[in-house]
Every structure is written in structure tokens, then in C-alpha cells.
């Protein structure tokens, strides 16, 4: 009402000296569209520009560590593939990754849906503590992590990395789960228990059916993550047969002499290809979440 | 029902995200290495690695550096440059806007080790390094920027991958405010400048906030994106303390050492993280 009243009276007042004038009015209009569109483009470009130099590296004959027009070939992805080392970086990424993504979403859906759906002691604390645990930096809990991983003997395995990532990401996905789970009127999942369904089939054939898209954003998201750690398994794995692109990325990169920059930029193309169409989509994906189109159509 | 739920969710937490912050506590209260006697028997040395810690000058000197990186790159930097291509990109009008929001979007998104890359040919020293080929056209002299300005370069490389971040948050909070409010300030005869500095940044403050809070707490940690370019060098020039902690508990192997950096660093962390978590008044 206050803005209304306010819209009203400032139309009252329209012909100030500053409106009189149209064409000045529209010129500074031009030169702001004109600004605006300057300023946006920079900024794109500051965005952009750093990638070219990897882009056009992986498709360069013979790639250095400069930005030039290529020597066009696929030579250096199909080196990439045909060397006895790089293979095994995409398998042990996908390994980790999908395993994290796996065993954090599993147990995030089941956690969440606790949260969801019961009233228990101690629930709303439990909440913000887990909101707190989010902001633990992984650089500060490295070196005790190290050592419990040792002391269990997962140190230098799949496993231990698997679950440290995966206990890395269930804090956000309990939250995720929980709030698209709130958002699944309890109702439908009394229907299925006069249905005859038991409260664990109901759960199984009503809500998690529902909350597809929101349960496909989260692994997606989780998988973004892990796909890109680098801290982790640097410290937790120590066999370069079971480093992830990121570590091996890294190795490469760090070898002073004789640096293979095409591939090189190849494999980095490679990595980060699958995490740029997976944002596109997870991006589109985030917008159907609403649960409530399901319910009205 | 909810123990079975929940449980196995929090003890992985509990286990790998919990106990490691308790055993950090303990470790940092010991002479525990990585190899020789101090590998099997550690020994308590009670605050003889914080006395240590804060005499050396080193640990003081990363804890400067990485207040240095939080300040320019990520207070300033990302949320400067985010801020003002949130407000670009939600004025009415402007043509692809997908297009530009995608391309801003680009170096978040991609894994850290491939940001890092990509600014090493951006970086290069020599005439045909990216940037010192720009430079060349408004006659700057070539430049080696990770060995005369390493810091400034690292600043510049967050404030790039973490523009996006900051730009998420304030589209969302802009796009909130009501449009009428807008318009009413610039029929009154606001200027742009005045639209933003008396409308838009007052009704945003509490995202503005958050993010801020949000993007100390996870530059503080970076570390990746450093260590790949400089290694924390040259020299200590680019020791923050995420690399302190990494470099000393295994290059050093003085984990009681390391421990304690990483204690302090996580108090720091989580003074911010209880302001952050009760100032997101998130509903429960």
C-alpha cells in the first residue's frame, strides 16, 4: 500500500525538469544499455579467457605452455586413452566418485527422511549441528584424518576415500533431502498406508519416486564435488595406480622437465567436460524440484 | 525407526568429520611425527606446539597471508565483481543473459585443479604469456607474476573462480525485491548510484552477509587452487595456512605441529560458522 501511495504521488510529479527533455533522456539511456552491455561482456571475457589456452592446447599437435593457434589434431585425446597410466585416472575418479555419490546419497535419503518426518528429542539441535559441520574445513581436519585412517587400515584404499567423501557430503544432502521431503504432503503417504503399503514400502513407492528430481540434483551435485577434490585423496591415497585426474593432473603438471602439455590439456579437457554438462543440466534439473506440479497435475 | 534412519549417515560423520576435530585437540598436545620415535610413541609436550606456533614468526606470517587472501579475494574481489554482474544481469532488457550469467559461471564450476591450469598459461612469465601479451599492448614489459607478485596473483585466481558464487546469491536476492520499490526510487529521480547505495544494497544486507561470512570461511581453507600454482612459494610468499598446515604435517612430518595450526585454524573457522549458522535463520 506504502508503494502504491508512493508510485501515485511521484506520477503526480512526472514533469520534473529532468523529464521534460526526451531525447537527452533517451541518449542517456542508450549510453547506460550501452555501458551495461560493455561491462557484462569484460566480465564474460575475464571468465572465459583463462580456458582457451586449455582448449586449444588438447586439440594442438604440439601444444606448449602458450596460447597459439593449434596445429589441429584428436591425437591428443587418443593418446590419452592409448597410454598405460592416464585410462586408469578416469576409472579411479569415476570409482570415487560414484562410490561417494553412492553411500552419501543412500544414507542422506533414509537420514533425511528421519528428519523429515519424525519429531524427535533433540531434532532441532541436531539440525544446526549439522549446519555447523558444513563449515569444517577439510584442510583442518586432514592430518588427524590421516592418522584414524591408518589406525583402521583404510589408508591408501578405495574405501577409505569413498567414505571420507561421502561423510564430506552427507551434511548438505541430509539438509537437501529433508527440505524436498517436506515438501511431499504427508498425505500422500497415508493413502498408500490405507492402501495396505507398510510405512517402509510407502516410503519406497510414494516419497522417493516424488522427489526424483530433487534426489537426481543432489547426487549430481555430490558427484560435482568429489569429482573435483583434490586435498583428499593428495593425502589419503599414496598408490599412483589409485590417484584420481586430479592428482595425476597435478603430477604431470609438476614435472619440471618434460611436461606433455597436450596431453596434459587433453586430460584436463576431459575432466572438467563431465562437471560443465552436468551443471547445465543439475541447473535445469534444480528448477523442476518443485514437487508441487507433481501433486497438481 | 529414526536411530536406524539416521544413524548410519551421522556415524559416518561422526567418524570421519567429528573424531578428527577431537583427535586434532589431542594431537596438537603431543610430539606425534610421521616418521622416527616420535611415529610410534608420542609423547604429551602440553602447549609446546602453540608456544612454538606463535614464537616462530612462520605461523603468524601464513595467518597474515591468508587474512591478506580473504580480504582482496574474496570480501572485495568476489563480491565487488559478483555484485555487479548480479545487478547487470537482472536489470530488464538485456539479451542473453543466459549466455553471460553461463560464461560467469564457467570457472566455478569446473574441478580446482583445472582452474589452476588454466591460469598457468594466463600467468606465464615471457613475452608470450596470455597476460604479459595484454599488458604488451599498453606497453607494459613482460612480467614473471608467481615470482615478483604471487600473492596478488593467487588474489586474482579465487576472485575469478568465486565471482559466480557471489553473483548466485545477490541474483536471488535482487530478483526478491519487489519491482514497484525500484521503480518508485528512480521516478523520484534516483540515480542509479542512489537506486543502489539507499534501495538495493539496504534490502539485500542480510544475503550480503551471509555470503560474506560464507566466503571467508571457505577461502580460508583453500587450498588446492594455491598449492597447484605456487606450492606455497616462492619462498613462504604464499604460505597461507591451509598450506602451512599440509606442508608441515607432510613435507615436516611434525604432525603434533600441523595439529595445532589446524586447531586454530578451526577456531577461527567456527567462531564465523556459529555467526553464520545463527544468522541463516534457516527454518528446522
Redesign the interface.
Not at chain 1, 549439522?130 to 559441520?133: D, G, K, S, T, Y
Not at chain 1, 577439510?138 to 590421516?146: C, G, K, R
Given at each position: 500500500m506504502a508503494?502504491?501511495q508512493?508510485?501515485a504521488a511521484?506520477?503526480g510529479s512526472?514533469a520534473?525538469p529532468?523529464h521534460r527533455s526526451g531525447r537527452r533522456h533517451r541518449a542517456a539511456g542508450l549510453t547506460?544499455?550501452a555501458l551495461?552491455?560493455l561491462?557484462?561482456?569484460v566480465?564474460?571475457?575475464?571468465?572465459?579467457?583463462?580456458?582457451?589456452?586449455?582448449l586449444l592446447?588438447s586439440v594442438d599437435s604440439k601444444a606448449g605452455?602458450?596460447?597459439r593457434a593449434p596445429h589441429l589434431t584428436l591425437h591428443n585425446f587418443l593418446r590419452f586413452f592409448d597410454q598405460p597410466t592416464t585410462p586408469r585416472l578416469l576409472v579411479n575418479s569415476l570409482v570415487l566418485s560414484g562410490g561417494g555419490t553412492v553411500?552419501a546419497l543412500f544414507?542422506?535419503m533414509?537420514?533425511g527422511?528421519?528428519?523429515s518426518r519424525?519429531r524427535?528429542f533433540g531434532?532441532?539441535t541436531l539440525?544446526?549441528a549439522?549446519?555447523?559441520?558444513r563449515?569444517?574445513?577439510?584442510?583442518?581436519?586432514?592430518?588427524?584424518?590421516?592418522?584414524?585412517m591408518i589406525d583402521i587400515h583404510l589408508n591408501n584404499t578405495y574405501v577409505g576415500v569413498i567414505?571420507?567423501e561421502?561423510?564430506?557430503q552427507?551434511?548438505l544432502l541430509?539438509w537437501l533431502m529433508k527440505g524436498f521431503f517436506d515438501s511431499i504432503p504427508v498425505g500422500l503417504e497415508e493413502a498408500a498406508w490405507i492402501d495396505g503399503c507398510s510405512r517402509v514400502s510407502g516410503v519406497l513407492h510414494v516419497v522417493f519416486p516424488l522427489s526424483r528430481p530433487g534426489i537426481g540434483a543432489g547426487a549430481l551435485f555430490a558427484f560435482?564435488n568429489i569429482?573435483?577434490d583434490?586435498?583428499t585423496p593428495l593425502?589419503l591415497l599414496q598408490s599412483p595406480d589409485r590417484y584420481p585426474?586430479?592428482i595425476g593432473?597435478?603430477q604431470a603438471?609438476s614435472a619440471f622437465n618434460q611436461v606433455d602439455w597436450g596431453l596434459?590439456?587433453a586430460t584436463?579437457v576431459l575432466?572438467?567436460v563431465p562437471?560443465?554438462l552436468l551443471?547445465?543440466f543439475a541447473r535445469r534439473y534444480l528448477l523442476q524440484a518443485t514437487v508441487t506440479g507433481a501433486i497438481k497435475g | 525407526m529414526v536411530a536406524a534412519l539416521l544413524g548410519p549417515a551421522l556415524v559416518l560423520v561422526a567418524a570421519f568429520v567429528v573424531a578428527p576435530v577431537g583427535y586434532a585437540l589431542w594431537l596438537s598436545l603431543t610430539n606425534k611425527t610421521l616418521t622416527g620415535f616420535g611415529a610410534q610413541t608420542p609423547k604429551f609436550v602440553g602447549l609446546a606446539n602453540y608456544r612454538q606456533l606463535l614464537t616462530s614468526g612462520d605461523f603468524g606470517h601464513s595467518l597474515r597471508l591468508t587474512a591478506e587472501f580473504i580480504v582482496f579475494s574474496a570480501i572485495l574481489g568476489q563480491f565487488l565483481l559478483g555484485l555487479l554482474a548480479a545487478l547487470l544481469l537482472t536489470q530488464t532488457g538485456i539479451r542473453l543473459k543466459g549466455v553471460f550469467g553461463g560464461a560467469i559461471l564457467l570457472p566455478m564450476v569446473v574441478p580446482e585443479v583445472v582452474a589452476s591450469l588454466a591460469w598457468a598459461s594466463m600467468l606465464a612469465p615471457g613475452t608470450l604469456g596470455t597476460l604479459n601479451r595484454g599488458f604488451a599492448t599498453v606497453g607494459v614489459d613482460p612480467v614473471s607474476w608467481l615470482q615478483r607478485y604471487p600473492m596478488a596473483a593467487i588474489i586474482i585466481v579465487n576472485t575469478w573462480r568465486g565471482i559466480a558464487f557471489a553473483m548466485i546469491m545477490f541474483q536471488a536476492a535482487i530478483e526478491g525485491i519487489s519491482r514497484e520499490v525500484l521503480e518508485a526510487a528512480r521516478i523520484d529521480g534516483a540515480g542509479v548510484w542512489q537506486v543502489l547505495r539507499h534501495v538495493t544494497l539496504p534490502l539485500i544486507r542480510g544475503p550480503v552477509f551471509l555470503f560474506l561470512l560464507l566466503t571467508t570461511i571457505t577461502t580460508s581453507s583453500v587450498f588446492g587452487l594455491v598449492y597447484f600454482l605456487t606450492q606455497g612459494g616462492p619462498g613462504q610468499q604464499t604460505q597461507v595456512t591451509s598450506i602451512y598446515i599440509y606442508q608441515h604435517s607432510f613435507r615436516f612430518f611434525q604432525l603434533g605441529l600441523g595439529s595445532a595450526a589446524s586447531v586454530i585454524l578451526l577456531g577461527i573457522v567456527l567462531v564465523l560458522g556459529v555467526t553464520y549458522v545463527r544468522l541463516a535463520r534457516v527454518e528446522v
Open positions: 508503494v502504491d508512493h508510485l511521484s506520477r512526472v520534473t529532468r547506460r544499455r551495461t552491455y561491462v557484462i561482456v566480465l564474460a571475457v575475464f571468465c572465459v579467457v583463462p580456458f582457451a589456452w586449455v592446447g605452455l602458450y596460447l553411500v544414507l542422506s533414509f537420514g527422511y528421519a528428519l519424525y524427535f531434532r532441532r539440525m544446526f549439522i549446519l555447523l559441520v563449515v569444517v574445513p577439510p584442510t583442518a581436519t586432514i592430518v588427524p584424518l590421516y592418522i584414524i567414505l571420507v561421502a561423510a564430506y552427507i551434511p541430509l560435482v569429482w573435483g583434490f586435498l593425502v585426474i586430479s593432473l597435478f603438471f596434459l590439456t584436463a575432466y572438467m562437471t560443465v551443471y547445465l | -
